[in-house]
């Protein structure tokens, strides 16, 4: 295992991507001159590489990486962050402070069992609908029937159980949300971009007896408040955004994005060096260190809230002893995935909160490579010699494939013998909600900037998206408790103690956070970072 760190450092890919670059490069020089009226369309439209296409556009779809993205441009939500600069440039969000998007205003009951928003007057969607208090009553009422994002955050996180006793509208620009308990979360989760208000108006024309919340229609459309609405939607293929004039922030400086969906990598990494797109997302950490060295072209790196890790099935033997799930953890090269993987564009996980996040800690995070350690508490679990097992990860995802190759063998040191299974994600995803593959690659990032928000979503036994099947009555209990206390010493003291717990449980192997990397054209400036990871095109200008 002592050549893990030099195990990578050359791929073939990096010839073949040498070789694009080269071509692309030739290309671009060939290119006929724009005339005046090209170049200045071509300064407000902005074109991108990603791997894939939204899977929907109607916002009460399963959130992905590319879902994410379409919502922050087109949903428009009641409340944001104060906008602020980092020391490396970005524009980030400020976790403290809060203002209002299609609120103006908003005041939170005493007993924080309330919030009532106040709407801006004279907002407009992209098709020239006013925002009220009907459209955002709608929304509510759709989300809710519809039993999927916003019934689930609704329910999960403020815990009401009536559609009636909850939302009410006060007058045509006043709508009011009252819930049982009090909670921490009642202004700050208005600003998840799942929430966005929708136009009320252009949706009901596409209602029929048979969808009465317009989901098929909803599924190829957009219709709500955002700086862009969606005008072509090509699945696996292209999706183009176009921007909304009435936007009330200001109409956008770039006009038209035209997201291409490029599978491949090295394909999105040519297609950037030859200036046929100006954005790349989702790049190898490899081609990334390259591109850093071309001319015209720039990478924005953050360390944002991405957790990179496996996943155990905590009912599956051998993985319901505690033993074995610490030992894999001292077995774990970190700093070899971090130098031959991810190129030092990631760090090693200390925690299971985010570690951008209010109340994370990494105090009890003592897993260093300890083979010895490892030994000893397989031992102690009755596996001596080792045992066997499966560790499955996605087609396509070289990173994974590196990782589970480095894992594999460093594994094995203790006797602990894998058969790596590479799956489909939708395979992949049906064998670990369904808890019939023991181990398995997980990446994740939960987009509420509040670490008992964070524990619910992976760690309490009763969240649907615990495919570990963690269980901790203590860790429950505290999380149960945090999400309706007001009392933040005390909320932070129990988050506090649910990652010692955690991390002394072990449910996972501890990876590394990836942050969140993507490559442009040097003439772009504005880049932002946001909880979800997807980038606000709104922010954005082209010189």
Known sequence: M????????????AKVLSGLLFSASLALASAPAATPAQAQNAKSTLVVAGPRTPESLDQEYPPTEAV?????????????????????????????????????????????????FHLRKGVKSAAGNELNADAVMWSFERGWNLKANFHWYMTQILKITSFESAFSKVDDYTVKVSIPNSSPLIERLWINSDLGMLDAVEIRKHVTADDPWAQRWLATNSASFGPYRVTKYSPGQEIVYEANPDYYRGAPKLKRVIFREMPTSANRVAALQAGSVDVAEYLLPRELVLLEKM???????????????????????????VRVRQALNYLVPRDDILKAVYFNTARPTRSPISEIYPGFTDQYFTYTTDVEKAKSLLAEAGFPDGFKTELGYRTGDQLEEEMAVILKSAFARAGVDI?????????????????????YFFRDMAIVPDAAYVANLWLNSASLINYSHFKSDEVDKLIDQALISTDEPKRLEGMKRVQQITVENAPWVFLVNPGYQVATRSNLGGYSWYTPNGNAWFDWTKN
């Open 419 to 439: 058969t790596l299974s590479k799956l489909p994600a939708s395979t992949l995803v049906e064998r670990y909600s369904k808890g019939t593959i023991p181990m």
């Open 68 to 116: 994410h993205e379409l919502r922050r441009n087109v949903y428009e939500r009641l409340l944001a962050y104060a906008p602020k600069k980092g020391e490396d440039g970005v524009t980030y969000e400020d976790f403290g402070k809060i203002v209002g998007a299609l609120a103006e205003s908003w005041e939170v009951g005493p007993d924080m069992k309330s919030i009532t």
């Open 2 to 13: 002592k050549n893990l760190g030099t195990m990578f450092e050359w791929h073939p890919s």
């Open 295 to 321: 001319p015209n072209v720039k990478v924005n790196k953050v360390f944002g809230n991405y957790i990179h890790r496996v996943e155990m099935n905590n009912d599956t033997p051998p993985f319901n002893d």
